[in-house]
């Protein structure tokens, strides 16, 4: 049973170039998270998407940054024209439906360098 | 509004000794409480939960933690720990139980041999 998967790992670009970061969230479960992390700080939360619907995104930047959770296919989290200060961890979880279990299954994360 | 408060950035023990590390939160309501552990480079990994019942909740490890409602903490504790206990350990709070979890800064915890 595979956990969340998350790809790529480490990527690299330079300012105003954009990125995707993509998450498979584990079997059966219908729900995903994507968080941030700064160096040396701690995880700040971004958006949480069920298949086709943006159920939060308070914690996304109001420009540059989107997310979606097609209907087939992964989540994809877009930054565009990015810049030094999006360089960080980006961290993605998943669950089962809410109110059953209450614990988040982290990928391994992506880590994007901004040069 | 939720947040979390880990007062130690750090967090040094000798091997065998017992462990704590401390968490605060404040919700308005009844919290659900987490402790997540970071091993280097990796994601976040499940350790235990506070959702209603018995303070005294165990976990994954060895570790448990107490949920103490009137002085709104929720520590993690060790009785002894292992050198490979040594991590970054985060504290989370869900104020509304729909998995929204919010963390703390975290943590790291170093188990000296």
């Known amino acids: 049973n595979a956990g969340v998967m998350q790809n790529p790992r480490h990527l690299v670009r330079r300012r105003g170039q954009e990125a995707r970061l993509r998450c498979s969230p584990m079997?059966?479960?219908?729900?995903v998270y994507w968080y941030r992390q700064l160096p040396e700080e701690g995880l700040k939360f971004m958006v949480y998407l069920q298949k086709e619907n943006i159920i939060d995104e308070s914690g996304m930047p109001k420009e540059r940054f989107s997310a979606e959770f097609p209907k087939e296919g992964p989540s994809i989290l877009r930054i565009q024209q990015v810049v030094r200060g999006d360089s960080a961890a980006y961290f993605c979880a998943s669950s089962p439906p809410a109110r059953v279990t209450g614990e988040l299954f982290f990928g391994e994360g992506s880590r994007l360098t901004v040069l | 509004a939720q947040s979390v408060a880990q007062p130690e950035d750090q967090v040094n023990v000798a091997e065998g000794n017992p462990l704590t590390v401390k968490c605060t939160y404040s919700v308005s309501g009844n919290p659900y409480l987490f402790w997540y552990v970071q091993y280097p480079n990796r994601g976040l990994q499940f350790l235990l939960k506070y959702i209603t019942g018995d303070n005294l909740v165990k976990g994954s490890y060895g570790f448990e933690a107490e949920f103490n409602k009137s002085q709104t903490s929720f520590h993690l504790k060790k009785p002894s720990a292992l050198v490979s206990d040594s991590a970054l350990y985060f504290c989370?709070?869900?104020?509304?139980?729909?998995?929204?979890?919010?963390f703390g800064t975290g943590t790291r915890l170093t188990v000296i041999p």
């Open positions: 989370a709070v869900d104020q509304t139980g729909a998995n929204n979890l919010f």
């Open positions: 079997k059966g479960h219908s729900h």
